[in-house]
Structures are given as structure tokens and as C-alpha cells.
């Protein structure tokens, strides 16, 4: 069965910028959902930003105008690019797939998490 290989995470300082990747290890057949999650300490994990098959694109309002969601089909890959990253996005990022045809046969898949750090 397929895995999601999470790396990029790490140390920055306020208003720096990280990178994460999300690399698909075997196949995922017919992804119909891609999207970030992430958890701080403390708190639930949230929703931060989803991607459709189609391209669009939607993110959660603390992180609009700062963060991008992409996917590589070639790369098998899902990239969270983190722009002017503020204290309160320190948290355990997880990407996340769902495939499968059928409403009652969907598989969901998460990565290992990855963890970023904002701190002078």
C-alpha cells in the first residue's frame, strides 16, 4: 500500500520561509483530495490548506496571502511553500491524500509529520 514521505520542516525565524514536500511511495489511484493539516501544541489538529484534482486551491484565513499549496503529478509530489511565517505556525505539519473510485471505498492516507519550528 502506498505511504506519504513528509520532509522540509525545521528551525526558522519569524518572517523566514520553509518548503515542505509530501512524496507518494507506490500509487494512489484516483486522488480526488490532497491537503495540509497541522497540529500545535495544545491544540486540534486543523485544516490548513486543500488542493482538488482540478487545481483549486483553499486556505485557512491565518494563513492566506502567506502560504501555496502545489503538486507535481510527475514528482508524485504535494509541496506547502510557507512564506513570512509568523511564531503561531509552529506546529507538526501533516499532508494528507484521499483516493479511490468509489464514495464507499475512498482510503485515506497521512504522512509521518513534519515539524516547524518559528522562533528568533
Known amino acids: 500500500q502506498a505511504q506519504l514521505l513528509e520532509s522540509g520542516g525545521g528551525l526558522v525565524q519569524p518572517g523566514g520561509s520553509l518548503t515542505l514536500s509530501c512524496t507518494v511511495s507506490?500509487?494512489?489511484?484516483?486522488?480526488?483530495?490532497l491537503a495540509w493539516y497541522r497540529r500545535a501544541p495544545g491544540n486540534q489538529r486543523e485544516l490548513v490548506t486543500a488542493?482538488?484534482?482540478?487545481?483549486?486551491?483553499t486556505y485557512e484565513d491565518s494563513v492566506k496571502g502567506r502560504f501555496t499549496i502545489s503538486r507535481d503529478r510527475d514528482k508524485k509530489t504535494l509541496y506547502l511553500q510557507m512564506n513570512n511565517l509568523k511564531s503561531e505556525d509552529t506546529a507538526v505539519y501533516y499532508c494528507?491524500?484521499?483516493?479511490?473510485?468509489?464514495?464507499?471505498?475512498?482510503?485515506?492516507?497521512w504522512g509521518q509529520g513534519t515539524q516547524v519550528t518559528v522562533s528568533s
Open positions: 488542493l482538488t484534482p482540478r487545481g483549486d486551491a
Open positions: 507506490g500509487s494512489i489511484y484516483n486522488i480526488n483530495a
Open positions: 494528507y491524500h484521499r483516493g479511490g473510485w468509489r464514495s464507499d471505498q475512498l482510503t485515506e492516507y
